[in-house]
Structure formats: structure tokens, C-alpha cells
């Protein structure tokens, strides 16, 4: 058996000849990009279409230097460190054939509780022009109720009273603002790359809710130099597990420590907003374009809000992956009843996109049996993400009067996986930032249904709505008097 090879610069050369790599000469590439948040996602995304960049067109002057604010990225941190920045990126085709690419456009790494100020001093510095976000859902910090910036939130507290030793991301933009404000630097692009709503108008809305009380003297400065587009992101991207690490090196003979796997389906849509100029990401397949509300729209609604249907209804049967979900022929016929039936009416003028074949590539993409996307993941910090990917499509079709039975459905269904349970006797952790809220909800309505219902920072005032309460309290008993293939099966009946 021959022996794998360290991923690393020097390495590089001595690759084999069925690993794609970088070309391009990674001394000269100049860093114009700070990343917060390296996790997988952004590796499979942003930072492969920087990659493409380089490697196709001699663009160098688009560098990534990444940066980890939480103690929990020192890990990636060192990975990267001790790998030069470089890591694989395997492509899992829907036929099973697997590709691998070195990705090496990530070219500085920074770890923010060594050295905070050293962060600081890289946002501020003039050569950056964009600071790009991954920092999940719940990292933008608004009271899903309210709306408004959560200033209860210890570590903002602390950012607060400490603003050179900052915790949070928007205790760091806000110091490194200040630095370029008050050094006559101009100002830069901040680009969410999370799978929010209008992610752009949030990251603006948060910093500056931040900075109108950190920091009131920025708040003019920032609304005339820095600009923060919208854009839809979007690439199944799994999380990495030992037997990814073990196929690259039966396969590939690459020794890496933290590869990505992802499908082989990429898009990225950008409003063209950028206050310092921006890579030509176009001509690697990215779409710059006026308005990006309908296609975040027909992503979050169809794509992320497919994704927690099957994560629900396969988390109670039992099923550990996406795919088993996607295959099961109950949970599919539910699944494009309430893509069709629910959210599709809710997208309005689309264009010339073809819907139903974004529908039928959804299908297919949950199907592919070699992603093993873990429905754990899916289901982790839901109550992020139901608010966001279900719950517009509710609101739209109660002010329409269109149906919403399947979604108050998977809202039952969601209510009953906070038992922590499935119907096989198996145990599972709730893992989310409310997650005690989660579970006692839960409990109480095995006696009080409507209790679920009452998490204000999830459901606003939906309680108020009978129409959509009557839908859900119809589901939760069902769902706690029989199982969940059953209650699918008669929902796909009842309203086919």
C-alpha cells in the first residue's frame, strides 16, 4: 500500500496526478479578503470560488485571510497552520465519483484570543476590501420577536465594557472601523455569506445597532463608507467525518487533517454593491445582479426549508442522513406537495428561472446517497433557522389564505422532536442556543399544547393566529398519538 502524503506547500508537487492543485504562485498572492468564520461551508463556497479565480484567470490579488474569533476555531486554526492554509475539497457526484481539489486561496489564518488587536489591525488595514461573514444564523444576535439587537447578551456586554479585547464579530468590525475612520482609510464591504433573509440588511442592521451605542461617533462614517450586499449562497456541505479522511487517503493519498466534502452543485448570487471594489467572482459562475430577494427567497424557502422538513420527519422515524429521508417515497411525495402547494406560491415574479426544475434538482440533491448529510445537523439550532426557512411561508399564505397544513405539520413535528426521542427508543441531543426553552416547551405540551407555540423569540405572535393554531394543535396530536410515517401518509392523502 503506498503511503499518503502531508498536505502541505511543499508537498504539493509531489501530489498525484488525479488531485487538482494550485498553480498559481501562492507567494504573490496578495490578501484583499478577512474571512470570520472558517468552517466548512465557507471553504466549499467562497473560498473555492477564489480559488477558481486564481487558478483560471492569474487573479492573485484576492487572498483570504481567515480568522477565528471563538475558542472553539482553534482547532481549524492549527490545521490550516500546520497545512500552510491548504485543504482538499471532494466532490461527491450523484454517481459516486469522487474528485479532489487543493484549495489554496486561504493564505493567512488569524486566531482572535491570542491576539485580538492583531485582528483588528488586519480589518482596518487598507489593503482589505471585503470582510466576509459565516457566523451561522443565530451569530447576528436579533431578538427573532423583536427584531432588534440583543444587548442582554453577555458577550456584547462585555465588548461593551472592553472594546479592545472583543468577543464577538461585531465588537471586532466596530474597533476596526473606528481604526480606518480615524487613520482617513477608506471603507470597506462587509458580505454575509449566511443563509439569512436578506443577509446583508442584517449584518448592516446588527453593527449598527452595535456601534449606535459602542461607538455612536461611527455610525455616520460606516452608512457612508461601507456597503453590505445581499446575496444567496448555496452548496450542500456536509460535515467532514473519519471514514472523508481515510477515502482521500486510500484514494488520493492526501494527509489531510480537516478536508471538505461537498455536492457537485455551487451558486452564489451577489448584489453589486461593493464599496472597494470586488474580485470578478462572474467569471467563475457567480451572478452579480440588481436584486437578489427572488432567488434568496426560492433558495430559503424551497432548498434550507426542504432540508428541515426531511431533518424533522426523519429525525422522529429514525433515519440518520438526509438522503434516507429524501429516498423514502412518504417523506418525498410530502416534501414536493409542500414545495408546490406552500411555498412556491409565496416566491412571486421569479424571472426566467425555471422553478420546477429547481424543485426536481432539490430531489435529486437531497437523494445523493454519497453526501450523508446528517440530519443532526440539519436539526441543530432550529430555532434559528425555522424562523427564517418555514415560518415566512407561513405568514404569506395565512395573508393569502393559501394552504399551510404541511408547515404547521413539521412545526408539530419539530415540537414533538424536542422530547428528545425517537419512535425507535433512541435518545438525541437538542442543540441549540435555546435549547432548555426548547425542551421545557415541549414537555409542557403534552398537557398545554399551545405552550410550544408561546416561544416568542421563534414564533412572534403566531399564537394569536387560530387558524394556524388549530393546524398545529390538529398535528401535535396526531404526531403524539401515532407514528410519524403514519401521520405523513394520511397528511399526503387528506391533502393531495
Given at each position: 500500500m503506498k503511503t499518503s502524503i502531508a498536505l502541505n506547500q511543499e508537498n504539493l508537487a509531489i501530489m498525484p496526478p488525479n488531485v487538482?492543485?494550485?498553480?498559481?504562485?501562492?507567494?504573490?498572492?496578495?490578501?484583499?479578503?478577512?474571512?470570520?468564520?472558517?468552517?466548512?461551508?465557507?471553504r466549499s463556497h467562497e473560498a473555492y470560488y477564489t480559488n477558481e479565480l486564481m487558478e483560471r484567470y492569474g487573479?492573485?490579488?484576492?487572498?483570504?485571510?481567515?480568522?477565528?474569533?471563538?475558542?472553539?476555531?482553534?482547532?481549524?486554526?492549527n490545521i490550516l497552520k500546520d497545512q500552510d492554509g491548504l485543504y482538499t475539497l471532494v466532490?461527491?457526484?450523484?454517481?459516486?465519483?469522487?474528485?479532489?481539489?487543493?484549495?489554496?486561496?486561504?493564505?493567512?489564518?488569524?486566531?482572535?484570543p491570542e491576539n485580538p488587536i492583531a485582528v483588528i489591525e488586519k480589518m482596518a488595514n487598507p489593503d482589505i476590501k471585503i470582510i466576509s461573514l459565516t457566523i451561522t444564523e443565530g451569530g447576528y444576535n436579533l431578538n427573532e420577536?423583536?427584531?432588534?439587537?440583543?444587548?442582554?447578551?453577555?458577550?456584547i456586554v462585555e465588548d461593551m465594557k472592553n472594546p479592545m479585547s472583543?468577543?464577538?464579530?461585531?465588537?471586532?468590525?466596530?474597533?476596526?472601523?473606528?481604526?480606518?475612520?480615524?487613520?482617513?482609510?477608506?471603507?470597506?464591504?462587509?458580505?454575509?455569506?449566511?443563509?439569512?433573509?436578506?443577509n446583508g440588511n442584517v449584518a448592516k442592521k446588527s453593527l449598527l445597532n452595535y456601534v449606535e451605542k459602542a461607538e455612536p461617533e461611527l455610525v455616520?462614517?460606516?452608512?457612508?463608507?461601507?456597503?453590505?450586499?445581499?446575496?444567496?449562497?448555496d452548496r450542500i456541505t456536509p460535515v467532514t467525518v473519519a471514514t472523508d479522511i481515510t477515502k482521500l487517503q486510500e484514494e488520493f493519498l492526501i494527509d489531510d487533517q480537516w478536508p471538505v466534502v461537498c455536492e457537485p452543485f455551487i451558486q452564489w448570487v451577489i448584489e453589486d454593491k461593493f464599496a472597494a471594489g470586488r474580485p470578478a467572482w462572474e467569471k467563475v459562475g457567480a451572478q452579480f445582479v440588481e436584486n437578489v430577494v427572488p432567488f434568496e427567497n426560492m433558495k430559503l424557502r424551497l432548498l434550507n426549508a426542504g432540508h428541515s422538513v426531511l431533518g424533522m420527519l426523519g429525525a422522529l422515524h429514525g433515519y440518520n442522513t438526509i438522503d434516507e429521508a429524501a429516498r423514502d417515497e412518504d417523506f418525498k411525495v410530502f416534501l414536493r406537495a409542500f414545495m408546490d402547494?406552500?411555498?412556491?406560491?409565496?416566491?412571486?415574479?421569479?424571472?426566467?428561472?425555471?422553478?420546477?426544475?429547481?424543485?426536481?434538482s432539490l430531489i435529486e440533491r437531497f437523494q445523493n446517497i454519497y453526501i450523508k448529510d446528517l440530519i443532526s445537523r440539519i436539526c441543530l439550532e432550529s430555532s434559528a433557522k425555522f424562523p427564517i426557512f418555514l415560518l415566512p411561508t407561513v405568514k404569506a399564505q395565512l395573508e393569502n389564505g393559501g394552504n399551510f397544513g404541511r408547515a404547521a405539520f413539521v412545526v408539530a413535528a419539530w415540537c414533538k422532536y424536542n422530547d428528545g426521542v425517537d419512535e425507535n427508543g433512541n435518545t438525541y441531543t437538542i442543540e441549540d442556543a435555546i435549547s432548555n426553552e426548547l425542551i421545557r416547551a415541549a414537555a409542557l405540551s403534552h398537557q398545554e399544547p399551545i405552550r410550544f407555540l408561546e416561544i416568542d423569540t421563534v414564533f412572534g405572535n403566531l399564537k394569536a393566529n387560530k387558524t394556524f393554531v388549530d393546524a398545529f394543535l390538529k398535528s401535535l396530536k396526531m404526531l403524539r398519538s401515532k407514528k410519524v410515517k403514519a401521520c405523513v401518509q394520511e397528511m399526503n392523502g387528506v391533502l393531495a
Open positions: 487538482s492543485k494550485p498553480s498559481y504562485n501562492r507567494d504573490k498572492v496578495k490578501t484583499s479578503i478577512v474571512h470570520i468564520g472558517v468552517g466548512n461551508f465557507h487573479v492573485l490579488d484576492c487572498g483570504i485571510c481567515g480568522v477565528g474569533l471563538l475558542d472553539y476555531d482553534r482547532r481549524i486554526y466532490t461527491k457526484e450523484l454517481d459516486g465519483s469522487l474528485s479532489a481539489k487543493v484549495i489554496g486561496s486561504i493564505v493567512e489564518f488569524l486566531f482572535a420577536a423583536t427584531g432588534e439587537f440583543d444587548f442582554s447578551n453577555p458577550v472583543p468577543k464577538t464579530v461585531f465588537g471586532y468590525l466596530a474597533q476596526a472601523m473606528k481604526l480606518r475612520m480615524q487613520r482617513g482609510f477608506p471603507g470597506c464591504t462587509i458580505q454575509s455569506c449566511d443563509n439569512i433573509q436578506g455616520e462614517w460606516i452608512e457612508e463608507n461601507v456597503s453590505f450586499p445581499n446575496a444567496m449562497v402547494e406552500e411555498a412556491s406560491p409565496t416566491l412571486g415574479d421569479l424571472g426566467g428561472i425555471d422553478l420546477e426544475k429547481y424543485k426536481d
